[in-house]
């Protein structure tokens, strides 16, 4: 993510397949100690992949819709200190000049 043509958030992700289970893997360099989170797919329909990790602090589930051509959009949501916390991120792709 960049703003003011500074990197805001930079996060690193893996899809993988492990015994048959597809896992999103993030890592973000100033959370969790820099060290990649398991999230389990759980469900694909109605043009949205989804992703859960009950037992990380926030977020539980990771979902991504392609609302259109060239933009994604980002949703991570679940309990934070007891309370229901959302973020979301839409996403377009840049232009190559």
Same mark, same amino acid.
């Not at 009950?54 to 609302?67: A, G, V």
């Given at each position: 993510? #960049? @703003? $003011?043509?500074?990197? @805001?958030?930079?996060?690193? *992700?893996? /899809?993988? /397949? =492990? !015994?048959?289970? /597809?896992?999103? *893997?993030?890592?973000?360099?100033?959370? $969790? $100690? @820099?060290?990649? #989170?398991? %999230? !389990?797919?759980?469900?694909?329909?109605?043009?949205?992949?989804?992703?859960?990790? !009950?037992?990380?602090?926030?977020?539980?589930? *990771? *979902? &991504?819709? $392609?609302?259109k051509p060239?933009? /994604? &959009?980002?949703?991570?949501?679940?309990?934070?200190?007891? !309370?229901?916390? =959302?973020?979301? %991120?839409?996403?377009?792709?840049?232009?190559?000049?």
């Amino acid at each position: 993510m #960049i @703003a $003011n043509n500074d990197t @805001a958030f930079s996060e690193r *992700i893996s /899809l993988e /397949l =492990k !015994k048959n289970e /597809l896992f999103y *893997i993030p890592t973000v360099s100033d959370q $969790n $100690n @820099a060290q990649p #989170i398991n %999230f !389990k797919f759980v469900s694909s329909e109605n043009n949205e992949i989804i992703f859960e990790n !009950k037992e990380h602090d926030f977020p539980q589930r *990771i *979902i &991504y819709t $392609n609302p259109k051509p060239d933009s /994604l &959009y980002a949703r991570v949501e679940g309990n934070d200190n007891g !309370k229901f916390r =959302k973020e979301e %991120f839409f996403m377009q792709r840049s232009r190559q000049q």
